[in-house]
T-cell receptor, first 111, second 114 residues
Framework: EAQVTQNPRYLITVTGKKLTVTCSQN?????MSWYRQDPGLGLRQIYY???????DKGDVPEGYKVSRKEKRNFPLILESPSPNQTSLYFC??????????FGSGTRLTVV | GNSVTQMEGPVTLSEEAFLTINCTYT??????LFWYVQYPGEGLQLLLK?????DKGSNKGFEATYRKETTSFHLEKGSVQVSDSAVYFC?????????????FGKGTKLSVIP
C-alpha cells in the first residue's frame, strides 16, 4: 500500500530535550516536506526536500532541522524543543508537484 | 507570493443541504488547485484537484471548477451527509513557477447534523 509513515503519533517531551520525528514513504517520490498545523493558522511548511541531499527552508524553519540521506526517509529534528513548538506535524511526499500524500500526523507537546 | 483565502468557519448544515465553501487564490504563475479533507483525528486526504483553467475536479459528490478569471476554486456538494463532517482545506502549488510547495488556506470546519 502506498503510504507515508510517521512516528511517533503522539509525543510529550520536556523543553530542551532533543527529539526526532521520523517520516518514510514507499512511493519513490522525489519531493518530501514537513508541515505544522496550528489552530487559526492552518498548515505552514517547515522544510522541504527536492531529492536526496537537497533540502531547503519553508515558511517557518526556525528551531527545526531536517536531513535527506535516503530517498524514502525525511526525519524532522528538534535540537532543543520549546513550548511554542507544541503542534500537530505532518509529513508529505509528492512526485514533484502533483498528488501529495500525507502521513497521519504527529501530535507533539513540549512542556 | 502565493496565497489562498477560504471562507471562515465553522459551517453547520443539516443533512441533505447544499454546501458551498468559497476559495480564492493569488499566484504568480498558473497554479494547480486542490481541496484536501481532514477527518477528526486523521491526516489530510486529497479530495479533488484541477490543474488548468476551466478544469472541474470531482470526487465523492464534491465538485470544484478552476476559474482563472475570478481566481476561485469553490467547493460544492449538492447533498451533504453526516459523514462529510470534517475540516476542508483549499490549497495550491505552482510547479510551473518552480514551486512545489503546497500553500494552504486556513481550513473550514464543516459539521453536518442529522
Amino acid at each position: 500500500e502506498a503510504q507515508v509513515t510517521q512516528n511517533p503519533r503522539y509525543l510529550i517531551t520536556v523543553t530542551g530535550k532533543k527529539l526526532t520525528v521520523t517520516c518514510s514513504q514507499n512511493m519513490n517520490h522525489e519531493y518530501m516536506s514537513w508541515y505544522r498545523q496550528d489552530p487559526g493558522l492552518g498548515l505552514r511548511q517547515i522544510y522541504y526536500s527536492m531529492n536526496v541531499e537537497v533540502t531547503d527552508k519553508g515558511d517557518v524553519p526556525e528551531g527545526y532541522k531536517v536531513s535527506r540521506k535516503e530517498k524514502r526517509n525525511f526525519p524532522l529534528i528538534l535540537e532543543s524543543p520549546s513550548p511554542n513548538q507544541t503542534s500537530l506535524y505532518f509529513c508529505a511526499s509528492s512526485p514533484l508537484g502533483y498528488g501529495y500524500t500525507f502521513g497521519s500526523g504527529t501530535r507533539l507537546t513540549v512542556v | 507570493g502565493n496565497s489562498v483565502t477560504q471562507m471562515e468557519g465553522p459551517v453547520t448544515l443539516s443533512e441533505e443541504a447544499f454546501l458551498t465553501i468559497n476559495c480564492t487564490y493569488t499566484a504568480t504563475g498558473y497554479p494547480s488547485l486542490f481541496w484536501y479533507v481532514q477527518y477528526p483525528g486523521e491526516g489530510l486526504q486529497l479530495l479533488l484537484k484541477a490543474t488548468k483553467a476551466d478544469d472541474k475536479g470531482s470526487n465523492k459528490g464534491f465538485e470544484a471548477t478552476y476559474r482563472k478569471e475570478t481566481t476561485s476554486f469553490h467547493l460544492e456538494k449538492g447533498s451533504v451527509q453526516v459523514s462529510d463532517s470534517a475540516v476542508y482545506f483549499c490549497a495550491l502549488s505552482d510547479p510551473g513557477a518552480g514551486s512545489y510547495q503546497l500553500t494552504f488556506g486556513k481550513g473550514t470546519k464543516l459539521s453536518v447534523i442529522p
